[in-house]
């Protein structure tokens, strides 16, 4: 693994149903985020975790949650997935937050039905 | 509110330079990022400013005043590779980084 990882590529999902979007880093990075992606708006921060066992709330949390059991993994899951939700998903670290450059994954293609 | 205002899209000629603005009002302010985007990828940074004046890195230079709450990214020498999207963010007084929606970049031959 080099940089950071996510999976799926992409996933067409039924509303309702639960999923998690994986994201996972090699870079001993300790801050990392979880970005949406709509056309014609800016990235938009869903959660963050500033190290591992932290989380916070970002811009726009609701329907989603997250955990970091450790430095290299940061699932977001949906726990009832709605149409509102089909989005390019990104997931971002950083060394240590604040100003330092955030790294982006190749991001998720999702979509609720 | 927080705002970043930016172009929606910006065409130039291969060889020639072009300026993307970039106007912000955020929450406090810790500084302004440039991020490039191509097309079904992810962002990649290309430069961050604090303090007022003008970086250069190759051929791009990125630009901040910040009484002005303004900033611009300089592209010279255009090719055909740099046709992208271009993010304009600041980084607010938590910390956050609030996002422009992009700037699509169109080189022509």
């Known amino acids: 693994i080099a940089g950071i990882t996510q999976a799926p590529t992409s996933q067409i999902l039924a509303a309702g149903r639960r999923m998690t979007l994986r994201c996972t880093q090699d870079m001993r990075h300790n801050a990392m985020y979880w970005y949406r992606q709509d056309l014609g708006l800016g990235l938009r921060l869903i959660h963050y975790s500033n190290t591992a066992g932290t989380t916070g709330k970002g811009e726009v949390p609701d329907g989603y949650s997250v955990s970091r059991a450790n430095t290299d993994d940061f699932p977001l899951t949906l726990a009832s997935a709605v149409p509102s939700q089909t989005s390019v998903y990104f997931c971002?670290?950083?060394?240590?937050?604040?100003?330092?450059?955030?790294?982006f994954g190749p991001g998720t293609r999702l979509t609720v039905l | 509110g927080q705002n970043i205002d930016q172009p929606t899209e910006m065409t130039a000629t291969e060889g020639a330079i072009v300026q993307i603005n970039c106007t912000y009002q955020t929450s406090g302010f810790n500084g302004l990022f440039w991020y490039q985007q191509h097309a079904g990828e992810a962002p990649t940074f290309l430069s961050y400013?604090?303090l007022d004046g003008l970086e250069e890195k190759g051929r791009f230079s990125s630009f901040l005043s910040r009484s002005k709450g303004y900033s611009y990214l300089l592209l010279k020498e255009l090719q055909m590779k740099d046709s992208a999207s271009y993010l304009c963010?600041?980084?607010?007084?938590?910390?956050?980084?609030?996002w422009g929606a992009g700037t699509k970049l169109i080189i022509k031959p």
């Open positions: 400013n604090v």
């Open positions: 971002a670290s950083s060394k240590a937050g604040g100003e330092d450059t955030q790294y």
């Open positions: 963010a600041s980084l607010d007084s938590n910390y956050q980084l609030i």
